[in-house]
Nanobody
Framework: QVNLVESGGGLVQAGGSLRLSCAAS????????MGWFRQATGKEREFVAT????????LYADSVKGRFTISRDNAKNTVYLQMNSLKPEDTAVYYC??????????????????WGQGTQVTVSS
């Protein structure tokens, strides 16, 4: 059984930082893109960031570019999201996602077959 487990969420003041982690188990994702999405209350789940299998190629949503950094450690089967200069509008449940077979990064939810349960990030003003 494949599981993605996020950790690192919490409550932080505006301007602060958090680092999210997503540990995968049940199979290796070292050959596949992994990413992060988020869903605020009452809104659709939206793309945040993704990286290719090496972590050398990354894509970001315009709203987080320059503030968030995605990285991965394939030896640990883990992907990270470093979030700096957090804003109240970053408040959401953050989900880790992984592609099953493709090697192409994507901003599209449907490209990802595996999802974590999510971790809450709350940014106070």
């Amino acid at each position: 059984q494949v599981n993605l487990v996020e950790s690192g969420g919490g409550l932080v003041q505006a301007g602060g930082s958090l680092r999210l982690s997503c540990a995968a188990s049940g199979r290796s994702f070292s050959m596949n893109p992994m990413g992060w999405f988020r869903q605020a209350t009452g809104k659709e789940r939206e793309f945040v960031a993704t990286c290719d299998r090496s972590g050398g190629y990354t894509l970001y949503a315009d709203s987080v570019k320059g503030r968030f950094t995605i990285s991965r450690d394939n030896a640990k089967n883990t992907v990270y999201l470093q979030m700096n200069s957090l804003k109240p509008e970053d408040t959401a449940v953050y989900y880790c996602a992984a592609q099953a077979a493709s090697t192409f990064t994507s901003r599209t939810r449907n490209a990802y077959q595996y999802w974590g349960q999510g971790t809450q990030v709350t940014v106070s003003s």
